[in-house]
């Protein structure tokens, strides 16, 4: 395991309300990124971060907001949450963009 | 847009059977493929990855090839085990290396 977890393990929140999850990497990798897993859809790419700062969209950005200020920690936020973002989160590490990513166990949410 | 098919999308086999496991993707542009398995409730575990130079990567008893032309990977494993009950996924990394997508999974199971 690449030394990453990720708080909350389970969350559930009401429609409206801010939400923050946090992938923290002890492995000092340079890219991190943001999936959510769900039935019918797979895995599919929020958003990653190529450094400290350094962002990007992925297939499914809308409704998320991501920050990397530090090079260990990576925030995913959902500025208002929908019951359409209930869905497993991932977080994963590589050490180049091409390179293999190790997953975090991920966060349950949950949005009523 | 790359997309990613596993077939079959479950498979039941009996302990100490060969199996193959299937990987299509549309768009042969890739930069490699790899190959994960999540277990129940879990995150995903690298097993192997093919750079799109490779034809076959090997650990223990599994075999993963890739024949990038037609866009086709398969994962072989070998005298299969209960313990390798799990999910399998097949995932393409796009040649920026900013991209991973996934296939939708095989679910594995291996009965004693």
């Known amino acids: 395991d690449a030394g990453i977890t990720q708080s909350p393990r389970h969350k559930v929140t009401e429609t409206g309300t801010p939400v923050t999850l946090r992938c923290h990497q002890t492995?000092?990798?340079?890219?991190m990124y943001w999936y959510r897993q769900d039935p019918g859809h797979g895995l599919r790419l929020i958003h990653y971060?190529?450094?400290?700062?350094?962002?990007d969209k992925g297939e499914v950005s809308d409704g998320y907001s991501v920050s990397r200020s530090k090079t260990e920690d990576f925030l995913l936020t959902l500025e208002s949450a929908t019951s359409s973002q209930t869905s497993v989160y991932f977080c994963?590490?590589?050490?180049?963009?091409?390179?293999?990513?190790?997953f975090g166990p991920g966060t349950r949410l949950l949005v009523l | 847009k790359q997309e990613v098919t596993q077939i079959p999308a479950a498979l039941s086999v009996p302990e100490g059977e060969n199996l193959v496991l299937n990987c299509s993707f549309t768009?042969?542009?890739?930069?490699?493929l790899q190959w994960f398995r999540q277990d129940p409730g879990k995150g995903l575990t690298s097993l192997l990855l093919?750079?799109?130079?490779?034809r076959e990567q090997t650990s223990g008893r599994l075999n993963a090839s890739l024949d990038k032309s037609s866009g086709r990977s398969t994962l072989y494993i070998a005298a299969s085990q209960p313990g390798d009950s799990a999910t399998y996924l097949c995932?393409?990394?796009?040649?920026?290396?900013?991209?991973?997508?996934f296939g939708g999974g095989t679910r594995l199971m291996v009965k004693p």
């Open positions: 994963a590490t590589s050490s180049g963009g091409q390179e293999t990513q190790y």
């Open positions: 492995e000092n990798h340079r890219y």
């Open positions: 971060s190529y450094g400290v700062k350094d962002t």
């Open positions: 768009d042969s542009a890739i930069y490699n």
């Open positions: 093919i750079q799109s130079s490779q």
């Open positions: 995932a393409v990394t796009n040649n920026a290396g900013n991209m991973l997508t």
